[in-house]
């Protein structure tokens, strides 16, 4: 039974409860969700999933409520995270935006809502490194990536800029593979080196 929290102070939880639910049937494992709000949780959770939602607000709510320490040290523990969109922006080591107090658990620079509004928002075919095909990728008010610590792979570019890149058990893409069917992305986060280990 893999215990995965999925952090619910603000944003779509249920898109990604359902991907890794589907992520974990394909590798023949059940998946128990826990949905995080206040602290004292993420130390059961063997992954983390960081959502999107409004980066601002979710920096804020998990300072408060104590989630931002319990969340390093889950990373520090080496279990794996998968932060999307906003999710990739708190992560970062900077946002470039004061009002965002980052985790600073990925070692990546971003700018917040470069690909503009949300009617700016598109879809595109995006080859993402371990994956055999491209990845259906849904971009809605996301961020890139304006700059990559030395430790730091880049998995997919999108106009030549990083748009999925990993730090160590950190997995990070400005889209929102929660948004598809496709759960492959949340596998490359949380199933792939399991397998390998298997």
């Given at each position: ?89 708190v992560a970062s080591?900077d946002a470039n ?34 994956l055999e095909a ?65």
């Amino acid at each position: 039974m893999l215990r995965a929290g999925v952090v619910a102070v603000q944003g779509d939880v249920t898109a990604h409860a359902a991907a890794i639910r589907r992520a974990g049937e394909a590798h023949g494992e059940d998946v128990e969700v826990i949905e995080i709000r206040q602290s004292g949780s993420v130390a059961e959770c063997d992954v983390l999933l960081l959502p999107g939602g409004e980066s601002t607000a979710i920096s804020r709510l998990l300072s408060r409520e104590g989630i931002d320490a319990e969340i390093r040290d889950h990373v520090a523990g080496g279990k794996p995270v998968l932060a999307t969109c906003a999710g990739l922006i708190v992560a970062s080591r900077d946002a470039n935006d004061e009002r965002v107090d980052t985790l600073d658990v990925l070692d990546v620079t971003v700018d917040r809502n470069a690909f503009g509004r949300q009617v700016d928002s598109f879809e595109a075919p995006l080859d993402v490194v371990g994956l055999e095909a491209p990845f259906p990728a849904v971009f809605i008010r996301a961020p890139v990536i304006d700059d990559v610590g030395d430790g730091v792979e880049v998995l997919a570019e999108w106009e030549g800029r990083p748009v999925a890149v990993r730090d160590g058990p950190v997995l990070a893409t400005a889209f929102h593979p929660e948004l598809t069917d496709d759960s492959r992305v949340h596998d490359l986060a949380f199933f792939e080196e399991r397998a390998v280990e298997a």
